[in-house]
């Protein structure tokens, strides 16, 4: 989620104006609402110093609007707190492990990655197993959705590609 979808989430969930939050952090009351605007669109990024200002009058952590840098530890936490705003995502215990779960009544999104965690557990699975190798499971892993057995996130070939095949190797195909 951009810096913009992340104003606009605390922004609501605060109950504010885009005027009103605009003034909160200096921007005239004649453009206040314009000006935030601009930065919820994401037609403009608000540097450090407006993002900080926004984080306060939100009442979050400037990292909770910025976009998260996943190879910190805290960029990761806000990135999780993100995915829970958007997916669904809880955090519960079982069996003495932490788990993360994704709700499927979050809606259709929430549901496709739900499906797509379940495929990556799959083929998690075939390695702890030894279906598949190391190196067959990263191949599937950098490569995803290309690799995808279930073909479900793979881009699907055109009708035009399709029937060109079937007319060049027609005299192959069986036809019973």
Same mark, same amino acid.
């Given at each position: 989620?951009?810096?913009?979808?992340?104003?606009?989430?605390?922004?609501?969930?605060?109950?504010? +104006?885009?005027?009103?939050?605009?003034?909160?952090?200096?921007?005239?009351?004649?453009?206040?609402?314009?000006?935030?605007?601009?930065?919820?669109?994401?037609?403009?990024?608000?540097?450090?110093?407006? +993002?900080?200002?926004?984080?306060?009058? @939100?009442?979050?952590?400037?990292?909770?609007?910025?976009?998260?840098?996943?190879?910190?530890?805290?960029?990761?936490?806000?990135?999780?707190?993100?995915?829970?705003?958007?997916?669904?995502?809880?955090?519960?215990?079982? &069996?003495?492990? =932490?788990?993360? %779960?994704?709700?499927? &009544? %979050?809606? %259709?999104?929430?549901?496709?990655? @739900?499906?797509? @965690?379940? =495929?990556?557990?799959?083929?998690?699975?075939?390695?702890? +197993?030894?279906?598949?190798?190391?190196?067959?499971?990263?191949?599937?892993?950098?490569?995803?959705?290309?690799?995808?057995?279930?073909?479900?996130?793979?881009? =699907?070939?055109?009708?035009?590609?399709? &029937?060109?095949?079937?007319?060049?190797?027609?005299?192959?195909?069986?036809?019973?």
């Amino acid at each position: 989620m951009a810096i913009g979808e992340r104003i606009h989430f605390f922004r609501i969930m605060r109950g504010m +104006t885009q005027k009103y939050l605009g003034m909160l952090v200096g921007f005239p009351e004649r453009s206040a609402d314009v000006r935030l605007a601009q930065y919820e669109t994401g037609s403009r990024k608000p540097k450090a110093e407006l +993002t900080a200002a926004l984080a306060q009058a @939100l009442d979050v952590a400037p990292q909770a609007l910025d976009i998260p840098d996943i190879d910190s530890q805290i960029g990761l936490m806000h990135t999780l707190f993100a995915l829970k705003d958007i997916y669904g995502l809880t955090i519960s215990e079982t &069996d003495g492990e =932490v788990c993360l %779960k994704i709700s499927k &009544d %979050k809606g %259709k999104a929430a549901e496709e990655l @739900l499906q797509m @965690l379940t =495929v990556w557990q799959e083929q998690a699975a075939k390695l702890t +197993t030894e279906e598949i190798s190391r190196e067959e499971y990263d191949q599937w892993r950098y490569n995803y959705p290309k690799f995808d057995t279930t073909q479900q996130w793979a881009n =699907v070939p055109s009708k035009e590609l399709s &029937d060109a095949l079937v007319k060049t190797f027609k005299d192959k195909l069986k036809t019973d």
